[in-house]
C-alpha cells in the first residue's frame, strides 16, 4: 500500500500541482525532462520522509506508522490466517535507488531499499495444515532488515490543457 502511495506522489512530479503542499510542487518534474529519472529520484527521496508524515490536504494518512486494520492472510477450507491492529514502523526512511520511467511505453520501474521495517499486531489462524491442527491467536512482530523492494507500475500519458501528464493504471 505504501508503495502505491509513494509512486502516486512520485508521479504528481509530472502532472498538475493545483491545490498540493508547495514541497510537493517544488519537487516537480515535467514528463519530457531528459533526466525526469534522476529528477524523481533526487526530489523522491527529499520528499518521502515528508510524505510518510501524511499529507491532510490530500486525504494521505500518516505512514509513520502505518495503520492497517486487518489483512485476511490464508482463507482456504482447510486454514484460515488473519492479521489485525497492524503497525508497520520504518517507512519514513524508505529510499529510492533507481526509477526506470518509461510513461512511452506505459511501463515504469521503481527501486526501494530500506534498512529496517517494524512490523507488529495481532494474529489469528484456525484450521489444518495436512493433518496437524493449527490453533492460535496473539500478538506477532516482524523484522524486516536490509529490504529491497521492486515496484512495477502500468500508467499511461494523457494530455490535459495542452500538456503531458502520468495517470497510473496499475500497480504490482
Known amino acids: 500500500m505504501y508503495r502505491l502511495y509513494l509512486f502516486q506522489i512520485l508521479c504528481i512530479f509530472s502532472v498538475h500541482t493545483i491545490g498540493l503542499p508547495e514541497y510537493i510542487k ?4 515535467h514528463i519530457n525532462r531528459p533526466d525526469i529519472e534522476k ?3 533526487e526530489n523522491g527521496n527529499k520528499i518521502i520522509p ?7 490536504e490530500l486525504n494521505l494518512p500518516t505512514m509513520n506508522p502505518l495503520h492497517v486494520d486487518f489483512i485476511q492472510m490464508i482463507n482456504t477450507p482447510q486454514l484460515q490466517v488473519n492479521i489485525s491492529d497492524i503497525k508497520v514502523y520504518g517507512l519514513n526512511r524508505m529510499k529510492i535507488q533507481d526509477i526506470k520511467a518509461r510513461f512511452s511505453k506505459g511501463v515504469s520501474k521503481l527501486f526501494l531499499t530500506n534498512e529496517n521495517i517494524t512490523v ?8 489444518k495444515v495436512m493433518i496437524l491442527p493449527v490453533v492460535g491467536e496473539g500478538d506477532f512482530s516482524v523484522y ?3 529490504g529491497v523492494y521492486n515496484e512495477t507500475v502500468l500508467s ?11 495517470k497510473r493504471i496499475d500497480t504490482f
Open 26 to 29: 517544488k519537487a516537480r518534474c
Open 120 to 127: 507488529v499486531g495481532k494474529y489469528n489462524a484456525k484450521g
Open 156 to 166: 499511461k500519458v494523457v494530455k490535459r490543457n495542452g500538456e503531458d501528464y502520468v
Open 39 to 41: 529528477c524523481m529520484k
Open 144 to 146: 524486516l532488515e536490509n
Open 50 to 56: 515528508l510524505v510518510a508524515e501524511g499529507i491532510p
